[in-house]
């Protein structure tokens, strides 16, 4: 379980190189201007990104570099070495006769082409994955015998999130839920945690969930809207099954829109069994908590990255690891007695639409995630890395959830599909670090070459081999209560909202006018006014001031509740809002007049890369300001790229500030460039910290944003951004905005 020697070498080399370099390179040399003649070996990997490890198709170590599996020599060649002297001009009759068909170059070149594509996934199509290390805590010793859980055990892994209604070229920053999945590669075996950023599911039983994908997904006739929950066939749904209460009112949160996937909780969603030494069981929840908080876009951010950068959170994720703030996370669990009700506190732990309050069941910390470093191939890893939440070591297990019970057939029939057959954990990023040995012979894209004359059990042929194993995994002999052949639900998934309404008064003022705001635009969106009624009656039936608040943005009346309003207790923890966290890897904008201080710009610059931030030099062209280089120009920065601003000088209108060239230049503004004003008065409106000092003044003066909250003023750079960096732990400053609801 130990990462192997180049890993760590990795991660020292970047923390040392990259301190104080801007990330975005796309290749691990300069370009040159002129094309390269000189035949040369391939250029090595870029310093941050990784592989997949050299294992065998049955998880032997090769002792191989990763480099074994990438390009081989400086010669181009075919699929079989042949080198080729020419590939940009087909075998013609003539210069100009026809291709012919003997032109065996051309044609496997188009035939691999034509099948470079294998199907997306019909959910979570649209993800990113990264390579990590895993070390455990040892405190989860008590409770499961896996080994990777043992104290100082390291392990490595790799992760992808994803959202999960959009299709592999939607975007990034859609009001969704999004993908929390870790294939962990332990001494005994795979284990994959398949969760959510949300704790909960819209539905109770798997066999539903054709139908909310169905009715979540794009309508069938005209296949829009994409990656979008605001349209009617999702909200005929939810609100005829009301189960999906409790989730959906997470979706309409900031949780829907996360600011960054390093910025973002996970959960195993589903209740587990662990079972230890001793062999007695513990019933668990998973929870990922990330080192930096859980802090969201605001939803004006979300719709304008959906444009100007729809691969935001993969950038950001990648940028991020490129300049060593390498994303980090802490796992824990939650427990509980394994009790033949299988509850606690009231709650049914199989029902995966409800939540165990932390204030109830404290998330005891198990282990540190560390993810540092990219994918080599985002095809050969991302794309084709397959989960399946049976995959688990031994001291795991599964529970009677009936989500997850068709999670366990599900998650297999789909790789046989998008993968090819049924030897995908063959493909080098599935690939197990344990030994295999599994009997399981042929089907397409068999990789291993098994010998022996007996793949059955038991056999004198080959010895006996393979052999049945004492320590090996155990489904845990649960009693399974005498009962009836039926088609139901026990009593104790009936509440669709109570926990929907705990939600919502955990909230914090700030965050329940932004659930209004959802819930308001995304049912507007629809064209049923049925539609729209039934789900204000489920959201009397959740609370009378979110039910009031969205009816009067709809135009509607308020319908009464048809249930009991829920007396529950608020949990605190569920809310984003009101903690500090650290500021590492933030984004920080620098506006630079280059007839102004540059020098001031330039020490605030190292100031910020000193904090662990990355800052990006806007000014009115490209090319170098006073030796640095500028990575964003007025016409190219848009405030959503940025954590905050820092204005080091109030630049005049560019040649290029001119609505014909560029929209956003709006107006003619008389003394500062428009863009400039547009850039803090968006960073305004969406709660971000601003600072200014010298000439920079003028430009609050001119956006008459001066005095107000979370906008610093001082005499020099390195003051203000003191100021700043204390401002950006709580992520935005909300009090800028009083809510209207009490």
């Not at 370099?21 to 000189?38: F, I």
């Not at 009816?551 to 009346?557: E, H, K, M, Q």
Request: charged content about 20%; aromatic content about 8%; some cysteine.
């Amino acid at each position: 379980m130990k990462p192997s020697k180049p890993v760590k070498a990795v991660k020292d080399a970047v923390k040392a190189a990259l301190t104080s370099q801007v990330p975005g390179s796309p290749g691990s040399a300069p370009a040159t201007l002129e094309e390269p003649t000189t035949p040369r070996e391939p250029l090595p990997p870029k310093g941050e990104q990784g592989a997949p490890e050299t294992r065998s198709p049955t998880g032997a170590e090769t002792g191989s570099p990763a480099p074994v599996n990438s390009q081989q020599g400086a010669y181009l060649t075919t699929a079989t070495g042949v080198r080729l002297r020419d590939t940009d001009h087909s075998l013609k009759a003539g210069p100009r006769g026809p291709s012919l068909l003997q032109d065996h170059h051309l044609r496997e070149k188009i035939t691999h082409f034509d099948h470079e594509r294998i199907p997306e996934r019909v959910v979570h199509a649209r993800g990113t994955g990264a390579h990590g290390t895993f070390t455990a805590y040892g405190t989860a010793e008590s409770v499961t015998r896996a080994a990777f859980l043992k104290k100082n055990a390291e392990t490595e892994v790799f992760v992808r999130f994803s959202t999960v209604l959009g299709s592999r070229g939607s975007a990034d920053t859609v009001r969704d839920t999004r993908g929390f999945a870790v294939k962990f590669y332990t001494d005994e075996g795979n284990f994959d945690l398949v969760g959510n950023n949300i704790p909960v599911f819209f539905i109770q039983d798997a066999i539903k969930f054709p139908d909310v994908i169905h009715a979540a997904k794009p309508h069938p006739d005209r296949e829009i809207p994409q990656a979008q929950s605001a349209h009617d066939t999702f909200w005929d749904f939810v609100s005829l099954h009301t189960e999906a209460q409790h989730h959906t009112i997470w979706n309409m949160s900031d949780r829907g829109i996360p600011r960054s996937y390093r910025t973002m909780e996970g959960f195993g969603v589903h209740t587990f069994r662990l079972v230890n030494e001793a062999g007695a069981t513990t019933l668990v929840k998973f929870h990922w908590k990330p080192k930096l908080g859980v802090h969201s876009l605001t939803w004006e951010e979300a719709q304008l990255l959906s444009g100007i950068d729809p691969d935001f959170h993969r950038r950001d994720l990648y940028d991020a690891i490129e300049a060593g703030a390498f994303p980090e996370y802490e796992l824990g669990i939650q427990v509980f007695p394994d009790t033949a009700e299988e509850a606690f506190a009231g709650i049914d732990l199989l029902d995966p639409t409800k939540i165990v309050p932390e204030e109830l069941a404290p998330v005891q910390p198990i282990g540190k995630l560390v993810i540092d470093r990219t994918p080599t191939n985002f095809f050969a890893e991302s794309e084709q890395v397959a989960f399946h939440l049976g995959t688990m070591p031994p001291g795991i297990d599964v529970t009677n959830d009936p989500l997850l019970q068709g999670r366990l057939f599900s998650y297999v029939d789909t790789q046989l599909s998008r993968l090819g057959g049924p030897n995908y954990n063959q493909i080098p990023i599935n690939r197990p670090h344990a030994p295999v040995n599994d009997m399981l012979r042929d089907g397409f894209h068999q990789h291993a070459v098994h010998g022996g004359v007996a793949p059955y059990r038991p056999n004198s042929l080959d010895g006996g081999n393979p052999f049945t194993a004492e320590d090996g995994f155990v489904d845990v002999p649960v009693i399974v209560a005498e009962a009836p052949k039926i088609r139901q639900n026990p009593a104790s998934f009936d509440d669709h909202y109570s926990q929907a309404r705990l939600f919502w008064l955990s909230m914090t003022p700030v965050e329940q006018e932004h659930i209004i705001s959802a819930y308001t635009f995304e049912l507007a969106k629809c064209y049923e006014q049925a539609i729209k009624e039934r789900q204000l009656q489920a959201l009397a039936n959740i609370d009378p001031v979110l039910c009031r608040q969205v009816a009067t943005g709809l135009g509607l009346p308020e319908p009464k509740p048809t249930v009991p309003l829920a007396d529950v207790t608020p949990s605190p923890v569920l809310s984003q809002i009101g903690h500090t966290w650290p500021t590492d890897g933030r984004t920080i904008g620098i506006v630079v007049d280059p007839d102004g201080d540059v020098d001031a710009a330039l020490k605030v610059r190292e100031v910020v890369f000193g904090a662990g931030m990355t800052p990006l030099l806007i000014a009115p062209h490209g090319g170098m300001v006073g030796g640095a280089p500028v990575q964003r120009t007025f016409a190219t920065a848009r405030s959503v790229e940025f954590d905050a601003i820092l204005l080091a000088g109030a630049p005049i209108p560019a040649p290029d500030a001119r609505p014909a060239r560029d929209a956003k230049a709006g107006r003619p503004a008389a003394t500062v460039d428009p863009r400039v004003l547009l850039l803090v008065d968006e960073c305004w409106r969406h709660a971000k910290t601003i600072g200014a000092w010298g000439d920079g003044l003028t430009v609050l003066q001119e956006a008459g944003v001066t005095g107000t909250p979370g906008v610093v003023t001082a005499t020099s750079g390195e003051a203000v951004f003191g100021e700043i960096q204390v401002l950006l732990g709580a992520h935005r400053v909300w009090e800028r905005f009083p809510a209207l609801v009490a």
